[in-house]
């Protein structure tokens, strides 16, 4: 493993944050694959290397749309933030 790997474990409860483009593992422990799958899913999501092959499997994008997606990313994330902050 790598320093950026998620390092969990179980007893301790550490976790370190995984950059995007490494390699994801997750060992099964006791025969619990359901919750290996979990950790993997969760893993996943973090890394952003899903997110990033369907970007990639759109293929290209116009220069309006791109800054058309930006926008409403930007939009929802304030709003959220918003709500946040009110909390």
Request: positive net charge; charged residues 40%; aromatic residues 6%.
């Amino acid at each position: 493993m790598s320093n950026n790997d998620i390092i969990y474990d179980g007893k301790s409860g550490r976790r370190d944050r995984m950059s995007a483009g490494t390699k994801v593992t997750v060992s099964v422990r006791n025969n619990d694959v359901e919750f290996a799958l979990r950790k993997f899913k969760n893993q996943v999501a973090r890394n952003g290397n899903l997110s990033k092959a369907k970007e990639r499997a759109e293929g290209y994008k116009s220069k309006s749309k791109r800054e058309k997606e930006e926008k409403k990313k930007n939009t929802i994330n304030s709003r959220r933030n918003a709500r946040k902050n009110n909390y």
